[in-house]
């Protein structure tokens, strides 16, 4: 059975000025993104990679070309409904993790879920789930400088999945840590996409996580070279 379409990434071009001179990121690039899926961008540096993220993010504006995400076009979406899509429907996971210093994990992943203005309990049984399925509960009491930096990306992510998103979207994440660990990272992504039926979209240079994806996009000078299947 296909799955469904959760991006369609149509004709995009995108560029930017590095002091007076316009860099092309990003040249007509075409794609699909399924549904319940571990997706990778792989490429060398500068090919657009991290761009197309931030574009599937909403952190950059479309220029050119459409993308469309669960049926919007992210052309004629409104700010607020940008920020609707960003808070409830999309979870961010940074390589250098984002976690504020002061704040225990518990406190951490509960952070952005009060400022959704869900109620005590539902705040708080999200917050546990979150961890529980990264395996932090019991160092839910412990701010980041007490945790390594797999606990801390740990973290990061359980902070993302509380939002219960669609789609987690995270740009080299496992760039920072050693192999064991990041393989670590990859198993608990790729059973995330088995038992919760999120997306999982990743840039990376590195191909112990690659092995992981479903699905892999090439993208050399902003444009699509090749597409790789792994496992269903």
Do not use: C
Request: glycine share 8%; hydrophobic share 35%; net charge positive.
């Amino acid at each position: 059975m296909s799955s469904k379409t959760l991006f369609k990434i149509n004709n995009v071009g995108f560029s930017y000025f590095l002091g007076s001179q316009r860099i092309t990121a990003l040249k007509n690039l075409s794609l699909e993104i399924p549904e319940a899926k571990l997706v990778t961008f792989s490429g060398p540096s500068g090919s657009g990679k991290s761009t197309l993220l931030n574009l599937l993010g909403l952190i950059d504006e479309v220029q050119e070309g459409e993308i469309n995400f669960l049926g919007e076009k992210y052309r004629k979406l409104t700010t607020r409904k940008k920020n609707q899509l960003r808070k409830k429907k999309i979870g961010f996971i940074f390589q250098s993790f984002h976690l504020v210093p002061v704040l225990t994990a518990e406190e951490n992943v509960a952070y952005f879920l009060k400022r959704q203005k869900l109620s005590r309990k539902e705040v708080k049984t999200r917050t546990r789930e979150a961890l529980e399925i990264v395996g932090l509960w019991k160092h839910r009491k412990k701010k980041p400088l007490q945790l390594s930096g797999g606990q801390r990306q740990r973290v990061a992510i359980a902070r993302a999945l509380a939002k219960k998103p669609d789609v987690l979207i995270g740009d080299e994440i496992t760039a920072s840590l050693d192999q064991k660990t990041g393989r670590e990272i990859m198993e608990i992504l790729s059973k995330l996409v088995q038992d919760k039926n999120i997306t999982v979209i990743l840039t990376t240079h590195d191909s112990m996580v690659q092995s992981y994806s479903n699905l892999n996009f090439h993208i050399q000078d902003g444009e699509l070279i090749e597409t790789t299947r792994g496992g269903s």
